[in-house]
Nanobody, 126 residues
Framework: QVQLVESGGGLVQAGGSLRLSCAAS????????MGWFRQAPGKEREFVAA????????YYADSVKGRFTISRDSAKNTVYLEMNSLKPEDTAIYYC???????????????????WGQGTQVTVSS
C-alpha cells in the first residue's frame, strides 16, 4: 500500500532553515501531484506547496512564496520542502500528501489528495 513518511522537522530560530523530506513507497508516482500541507494549533489545515511528479510544475501558497521550495528526486522516490527565512507563524505540523494523476493540474485542496503521511512538527522560535 502507499506510504508517505515525513522527516526533517524540528526546532529552529526565526530566520533559520529546515528541509523536510517525504519518502514515498508502495507504487509508482508518475503524474501524481505531491503536496505539503500544514496545521497549526487551533487552525485549519492549509496548503503550502505542491509539485507534479512527472511534469515538475509547482504551486505555492502566497504565504510561503519566495521562501519555500518544493522539489522531488525520482531516483529516491522522495519529495522535499526546503524552508528558508522561517517565521514563528510557520510553526505547525507539516504533512505530505499524494493526489492521483490529474494531468498538469496541481490540486490545492486537502480533499483532492488521496494519501497522507503522519506529519512532522516544525517549531520556529522568535
Amino acid at each position: 500500500q502507499v506510504q508517505l513518511v515525513e522527516s526533517g522537522g524540528g526546532l529552529v530560530q526565526a530566520g533559520g532553515s529546515l528541509r523536510l523530506s517525504c519518502a514515498a513507497s508502495g507504487r509508482t508516482f508518475s503524474n501524481y501531484a505531491m503536496g505539503w500541507f500544514r496545521q497549526a494549533p487551533g487552525k485549519e489545515r492549509e496548503f503550502v506547496a505542491a509539485i507534479n511528479w512527472s511534469y515538475g510544475n509547482t504551486y505555492y501558497a502566497d504565504s510561503v512564496k519566495g521562501r519555500f521550495t518544493i522539489s522531488r528526486d525520482s531516483a529516491k522516490n522522495t519529495v522535499y520542502l526546503e524552508m528558508n527565512s522561517l517565521k514563528p507563524e510557520d510553526t505547525a505540523i507539516y504533512y505530505c500528501a499524494a493526489s492521483k494523476p490529474g494531468g498538469y493540474y496541481i490540486p490545492r485542496l486537502g480533499s483532492e489528495y488521496d494519501y497522507w503521511g503522519q506529519g512532522t512538527q516544525v517549531t520556529v522560535s522568535s
